[in-house]
């Protein structure tokens, strides 16, 4: 790769907004220019923008699900486990009776779905991290502004017709944001 | 909905920096020191618990649960309330929610811990609790599943684990609001390690929002599990008075009612200290007050039901239970219980007082002080006259056991306390969005 591609210096351009309005359509300009690798950063969620972006898929519904079956089955399984290794005789009642087994079961099997989700939330969205190159935006605040980036990567990222394409959405601000340096 | 005003950017900066330039440091400092004394009483009595034993409660045969079960169940009722208000209102879509679950969440949070701390003390060997999980061992020994003491065990546990898991996950991006807006270095860093590097991206958003809809979908199913685990160590048993498959059920009222009349305290309370009146509004007492009267009408058919079941068994020993606890030693418990629940709740008929937090929370006040001596009566008229008049016996609370309970309170007030102090009491980009759609809707 050259040495003076852009996305060897920067890490995106970034417009800013104050507000989530008419985001989506501008998206949809962006895309028409070309653009693939667009995100958005806000204050907080807006379905709409989500669905211009694309961002949809159910793969914390399917970790859940995931994490409330792995919960029973380890519930339900430690139980019988337990009454097969240590059978106790309590008032003649069977070895394996199914009228206690329930309540642990669900319990194990709640609290596994939600630790699931949390996690899986966090690991699919590559969090914790301590830093991003977004961060690096001009007087970043993503509790105030939203923001449209167009990744460096992308293949139509132009270090002076980017921005120009930005500033023409009515952007607040733009920006290009640098690499952060690789500590030597 | 009716109210929803919308606020101005600054407003909602104001309420959301709050912990970065708190506004009352004198009046928190205060009630800080006098958490701090009640968590000393609370030092002070698990250390003579821990050095003399259990002996030193008031409970013994035949009362072998007094103050550590009661009070177990009543903090766990008041955890229930802040789950089941954040998560419904959240499905529900109700506007409301945003001023009020952060808050709601926190008590439910420190009301578990002090709920959990109870069952673990009260054992004759507390360093021993551990034995309750299931875990592979040298003595090759397993729980007793079929108990519902390891039921609870497990509820406890979930409770713990999942109320922790739904409050961080709803204030990771109010720590990133903080991170981005902290003027202090240590604050930057702080909060910035507590965002967990949030930065508000929408792809997060959508699977933020889905989890957060999941977990409040399953926090709803979790408060009916536990609740219902819980009641039937009481209704599991043969003794009168307990031996009732309404206990689910009314186990789950008396919890909630109890919870929402401490939320209405905290509510009013916060509402006043931080001038809150356009954010904490009449309209929000008003819903509390509904959801009360509503809660507290149905622990109402829970009592009427209970009572007609014990004349319906026609069984003497419900019976005499029953009389026990309308003329016995410890009526106190069951007239205190009806009069603190019912009579000044009867108040929220009426619009007006409804829409007042200051007489709301004097409401929410007597009724937690019913719900614990409801929970007294419970545990206590089941057991003092059993089936035989040899075990029959009285419980008297002991010193320590007080000195204990004004601990544990202690051991609520003083982490809730420096939530207040350090995070955002309300959830900040919650209140922003709500208020840019109510601008919008306008």
């Known amino acids: 790769m050259p040495a003076d591609r852009p996305d060897a210096h920067y890490h995106a351009a970034a417009a800013g907004f104050a507000g989530p309005e008419g985001l989506a359509s501008h998206l949809a300009t962006l895309r028409q220019h070309g653009y693939r690798k667009l995100d958005v950063l806000g204050p907080y969620f807006s379905s709409e923008i989500a669905d211009a972006l694309d961002a949809g898929d159910n793969r914390i519904a399917w970790i859940t699900l995931a994490g409330g079956l792995f919960g029973a089955l380890a519930g339900l399984g430690v139980q019988l486990y337990a009454n097969y290794a240590y059978p106790l005789n309590i008032g003649g009642r069977p070895v394996f009776a199914w009228q206690p087994l329930p309540i642990i079961t669900l319990e194990v099997a709640v609290m596994s779905a939600i630790v699931f989700a949390v996690i899986g939330t966090l690991l699919s969205c590559r969090l914790p991290k301590l830093h991003h190159p977004d961060f690096e935006i001009p007087d970043f605040s993503a509790s105030d502004r939203f923001y449209i980036l167009i990744r460096a990567s992308d293949e139509h990222f132009d270090t002076a017709r980017t921005p120009d394409h930005l500033k023409n959405l009515g952007a607040e601000t733009v920006a290009l944001v640098p690499l952060p340096e690789a500590p030597s | ?442």
């Open chain 2, 1 to 442: 909905m009716t109210e929803a005003r919308p606020l101005s950017r600054e407003r909602i900066d104001a309420v959301t920096d709050l912990p970065l330039g708190f506004p009352a440091p004198r009046a928190w400092a205060l009630s800080f020191a006098f958490a701090l004394l009640l968590l000393l009483c609370f030092a002070i009595a698990v250390t003579v618990l821990f050095w003399r034993g259990v002996g030193v409660f008031g409970n013994n045969i035949p009362v072998a649960w007094g103050f550590p079960i009661v009070n177990y169940i009543w903090f766990l009722g008041i955890g229930h309330a802040g789950t089941l208000i954040s998560a419904l209102l959240l499905l529900t879509g109700v506007t409301q929610r945003n001023a009020l679950n952060r808050f709601a969440e926190t008590m439910t949070l420190f009301a578990v811990v002090c709920a959990g701390l109870y069952p673990i003390l009260h054992l004759g060997r507390p360093w021993l609790f551990y034995w309750t999980a299931p875990y592979p061992n040298t003595m090759g020994i397993w729980p007793q599943f079929k108990s519902p003491l390891s039921w609870d065990f497990f509820a406890v546990l979930t409770y713990l684990v999942a109320s922790a898991a739904f409050w961080y996950v709803g204030a990771i991006p109010d720590f990133a609001r903080l991170r981005d807006r902290a003027k202090s270095r240590l604050g930057q860093v702080c909060y910035g390690l507590a965002a967990l590097g949030w930065r508000g991206s929408m792809r997060h958003w959508r699977r933020w929002e889905q989890a957060y809809r999941l977990c409040a979908g399953l926090a709803v199913t979790m408060v009916f599990i536990i609740t219902a685990a819980y009641s039937l160590l009481l209704g599991g048993g043969p003794i009168p008075g307990w031996h009732s498959s309404i206990f689910p059920p009314y186990f789950l009222c008396g919890a909630v009612f109890s919870g929402f009349a401490v939320v209405a305290v905290i509510m009013a309370v916060l509402r006043r200290a931080f001038r809150l009146d356009d954010i904490l509004t009449d309209a929000h007492s008003n819903l509390i007050g509904k959801l009360l009267l509503a809660v507290g009408l149905m622990t109402a058919y829970g009592y009427l039901a209970d009572i007609f079941n014990a004349l319906y068994s026609g069984e003497q020993s419900e019976l005499e239970t029953l009389h026990d606890r309308l003329s016995g030693a410890y009526a106190w418990s069951f007239w205190g219980a009806v009069i603190c629940n019912f009579v000044p709740l009867q108040l929220l008929w009426l619009r007006r007082v409804r829409r007042n937090s200051l007489l709301l929370a004097a409401i929410g006040v007597s009724v937690a002080a019913g719900m614990w001596m409801e929970r007294y009566m419970l545990i206590v008229t089941g057991l003092y006259r059993d089936h035989l008049v040899s075990s029959w016996g009285t419980f008297q609370a002991s010193l320590w056991d007080w000195a204990l309970f004004a601990g544990m309170i202690g051991v609520f007030l003083a982490p809730f306390l420096l939530f207040v102090r350090l995070l955002p009491i309300i959830s900040g980009f919650e209140l922003k969005k709500a208020s840019e759609e109510a601008r919008h809707a306008r």
